[in-house]
């Protein structure tokens, strides 16, 4: 039984992480990375797109377990789909 009622919180957090904007996601992200991988990051990102982010990860309380399992869960989905997608043209 405890099993269904931690599913059924993750699914909750799921649909919580689902109405996340990208920076929102994207903040929630870099925390849980650390500093030293969210600096590096960061610095892929435009000045513009910085701000956004520092912003957002200004307004991040704690977040918990569930929370954390379905934002890394969301990118570790997008890494392995595009780690995995197939590239055209001449080698």
């Given amino acids: 039984?405890?099993?269904?009622?931690?599913?059924?919180?993750m699914s909750v957090s799921a649909d919580v992480v689902e109405q996340m904007t990208v920076y929102q996601k994207?903040?929630?992200?870099?925390?849980?990375?650390g500093s030293d991988?969210?600096?590096a990051v960061l610095k892929g990102l435009t000045p513009q797109e910085i701000e956004i982010v520092s912003v957002e990860m200004a307004k991040i309380g704690l977040m918990d377990a569930s929370t954390q399992e379905a934002i890394?869960?969301?990118f570790s989905d997008v890494a392995?789909?595009?780690a995995t997608s197939v590239r055209g043209g001449v080698d």
Wanted: hydrophobic share 60%; glycine share 0%; proline share 0%.
């Fill in 1 to 9: 039984m405890a099993a269904k009622a931690e599913k059924t919180e």
């Fill in 26 to 33: 994207l903040s929630c992200l870099l925390i849980l990375l």
């Fill in 80 to 82: 392995i789909e595009a």
């Fill in 72 to 74: 890394l869960k969301q």
């Fill in 37 to 39: 991988s969210a600096a």
